[in-house]
């Protein structure tokens, strides 16, 4: 569904305190822009245990400007698949969790990720200014670009006299894009806890939001056979990577036969020498779904194209699953997205919406109940690729944003509560 604005109401006015704190943000506006720009320069790769232990310390030095309580929770290690079919341990940076009035009648729970996708031996390493104005660094807009915005706009609502209303928690993670398997805990947690969601991945470059997220599910298929010599003793041997083979199509073929359900065959590891049958080979694929019934679909046809590799000296084992469950646009969505684009009216800011087949912690809050907004970050495009960019103007923008949102939510204007009872 894409939301077009037509027919929209009038804009309100916005309150004069309200002003007074937007005019704010204007002024720090440069200083939000700097902050992001240093982060940048950390590189921070979901496996750079050092580059994300440095970017967490200065997170936390950013964090303590705010009330409430700053925790630093290591992250227990994740088991992934190797190439020879072992399962190994893999470390995690920390999470950050900061604590404001958990007691107050309106929850707010705020999730980012300061993990990026660019290796610790990228050349990638700092933001240049476009010909265009537009800046282009690594993890600029996705999403140290959208941190400092959500900092920015939570440090500007502190002054307002309202803030007392309005609680929150804010976690930032350093999985988010090797599918927070770590911290989906945590998300779970904290998204039981909170009436509204605010996750501050990059927005679209025109301004808009994602609407409903397709469901996500990251693969790995280890499949064992009988290693024997090619020429003297070929029968005996059980062909691991042709009973892949015979997988990768089966798989292959689930595509095109449910709207919205996609199946992405990214790689097979298996194989040696040319004159040995091989007895192993791995399988690893994404898929994506749009919403619970497709999901269990995909899950019964994923079981039925496994069975198609085991036999006779064959084993075929599976590893990983759904990470992340489907966001569809119900009713408690649509009443908050369309808050947001009144809010966006307010500051002259028109806000639209679009599915999306892409994943983020949105979906994780979803699951735990949580109406969410998970696109409030900084404006910009070409994420995960050294053209990733952000537009400058739009921190203070963004900030903005998130801010009237946390001043009407605690004037009650938005009705948190009501939007928590509607995803039941």
């Given at each position: 569904m894409t939301n077009d604005n037509h027919g929209a109401r009038a804009a309100r006015p916005v309150e004069a305190e309200d002003r007074f704190m937007l005019d704010r943000l204007a002024r720090d506006g440069a200083a939000l822009v700097e902050r992001a720009t240093t982060w940048c320069g950390v590189n921070s790769g979901s496996r750079n245990l050092e580059g994300l232990a440095t970017q967490a310390g200065l997170l936390v030095e950013a964090l303590e400007v705010l009330p409430g309580e700053v925790t630093r929770s290591p992250l227990d290690p994740t088991l992934e698949v190797a190439a020879d079919g072992a399962e190994?341990?893999?470390?995690?940076?920390?999470?950050?969790?900061?604590?404001?009035?958990?007691?107050?009648?309106?929850?707010?729970?705020?999730?980012?990720?300061?993990?990026?996708v660019f290796p610790a031996d990228t050349a990638f390493r700092r933001v240049v200014a476009r010909d265009d104005g537009a800046l282009n660094g690594p993890g600029i807009a996705d999403m140290k670009g959208g941190i400092s915005v959500m900092l920015g706009a939570?440090?500007?609502?502190?002054?307002?006299?309202?803030?007392?209303?309005?609680?929150?928690?804010?976690?930032?993670?350093p999985d988010e894009e090797t599918g927070s398997i770590a911290s989906a805990p945590l998300l779970a947690k904290i998204g039981r806890l909170g009436h509204v969601g605010m996750t501050y991945e990059p927005a679209m470059d025109h301004g808009g939001l994602a609407g409903a997220r397709k469901g996500s599910g990251n693969f790995h298929i280890v499949v064992r056979g009988r290693a024997a010599h090619a020429g003297r003793d070929f029968d005996k041997g059980r062909n691991a990577v042709v009973a892949a083979m015979a997988i990768g199509q089966a798989?292959?073929?689930?595509?095109?036969?449910?709207?919205?359900?996609?199946?992405?065959?990214?790689?097979?590891?298996?194989?040696?020498?040319?004159?040995?049958?091989?007895d192993l080979a791995v399988i690893r694929f994404n898929a994506r779904f749009p919403d619970a019934a497709a999901q269990a679909w995909l899950e019964a046809g994923i079981d039925e194209a496994l069975e198609i590799g085991r036999g006779?000296?064959?084993s075929v084992e599976r590893h990983g699953g759904v990470t992340r469950p489907a966001k569809p646009l119900n009713p408690a969505q649509e009443r908050l997205l369309?808050?947001?684009?009144?809010?966006?009216?307010?500051?002259?800011?028109?806000?639209?919406?679009?599915?999306?087949?892409?994943?983020?912690?949105?979906n994780n809050l979803f699951a735990a109940g949580l109406p969410n907004v998970d696109t409030l970050g900084v404006r910009?495009?070409?994420?995960?690729?050294?053209?990733?960019?952000?537009?400058?103007?739009?921190?203070?923008?963004?900030?903005?944003?998130?801010?009237?949102l946390l001043a009407r939510l605690a004037r009650g204007e938005i009705d948190a509560p009501a939007l928590r009872a509607a995803m039941t």
């Open positions: 190994r341990r893999q470390a995690n940076g920390e999470a950050l969790l900061l604590t404001v009035r958990s007691h107050a009648p309106v929850q707010v729970i705020l999730t980012g990720h300061y993990d990026t939570l440090a500007a609502f502190e002054r307002h006299s309202l803030a007392h209303a309005v609680g929150y928690r804010v976690l930032l993670s798989l292959a073929a689930l595509n095109g036969r449910r709207e919205g359900v996609t199946v992405d065959l990214a790689k097979i590891d298996g194989g040696g020498a040319l004159n040995i049958v091989p006779e000296g064959l369309n808050a947001v684009r009144e809010t966006g009216a307010m500051l002259g800011q028109p806000i639209a919406w679009k599915a999306s087949g892409g994943v983020c912690e949105g910009g495009g070409d994420i995960h690729s050294p053209a990733e960019f952000a537009r400058p103007e739009s921190f203070v923008e963004r900030a903005q944003l998130s801010a009237l």
